[in-house]
């Protein structure tokens, strides 16, 4: 099975730095670019940042740069985001997702995790 | 960095109508135009890619078109489990955005 399972969230205190874990597992995971997603409770959906399948290639959201930083291992199956210098404003849910195409960054993600929440707060 | 603007927000139908909505980007991006679904708790579904190619498993009363800047989503002959929100997201260039939904709601 397909799968995407997120991890790390909790609550931070503004400034404060944080790494999310997403685990892929029942495909070829060095195969594909992957991306990070939030969505704050009742709002819409925010790309926050993306990486091609080999790890070379990064982007992320204006919202985001500079303080955010994507990686994987691809030896591990593995998604990372660490997040540092955290605003309330950074609050949300946050999902990894695949794209449907291998070796493309121009699909639309047909996988999702469940998502981990981030919560900034004093 | 590439805006996505959808219209309308909302939308009030009944079950068998057919809707449209429209999603606009502030640049061409060829056909590199994303739709999905969400549901309250859940995640995003991808329904359709590239502007117009249907996932599998989707059905058939869902359909997209669409190039350059101007793009649309069509549901015709509404189910109940179509009431939900529907985003568009362009994977052309740079940060991959999405629009701010449009919600799908019963009248």
């Not at chain 2, 068998?16 to 056909?31: L, M």
């Not at chain 2, 994303?34 to 190619?53: D, H, R």
Request: a positive charge.
């Amino acid at each position: 099975e397909v799968q995407l399972v997120e991890s790390g969230g909790g609550v931070i205190r503004p400034g404060g730095s944080v790494r999310l874990s997403c685990e892929a597992s029942g495909f070829n995971f060095d195969d594909y670019a992957m991306s990070w997603v939030r969505q704050v409770p009742g709002m819409g959906l925010e790309w926050v940042s993306g990486i091609n399948w080999k790890g070379v290639s990064t982007g992320y959201a204006d919202s985001v740069k500079g303080r955010f930083t994507i990686s994987r291992d691809n030896a591990k199956n593995s998604l990372y985001l660490q997040m540092n210098s955290l605003r309330v404003e950074d609050t949300a849910l946050y999902y990894c997702a695949r794209p449907a195409l291998r070796l493309s960054s121009y699909y639309g993600l047909d996988v999702w995790g469940q998502g981990t929440t981030v919560t900034v707060s004093s | 960095d590439i805006q996505m603007t959808q219209s309308p927000s909302s939308l009030s139908a009944s079950v068998g109508d057919r809707v449209t909505f429209t999603c606009r980007a502030s640049q061409s991006i060829i056909s590199y135009l994303n739709w999905y679904q969400q549901k309250p708790g859940k995640a995003p579904k991808l329904l359709i890619s590239t502007a117009s190619s249907l996932q599998s498993g989707v059905p058939s009363r869902f359909s997209g078109s669409g190039s350059g800047t101007d793009f649309t989503l069509t549901i015709n002959n509404l189910q109940p489990e179509d009431f939900a929100t529907y985003y568009c997201q362009q994977s052309y260039s740079g940060p991959r955005t999405f629009g701010q939904g449009t919600k799908l709601e019963i009248k």
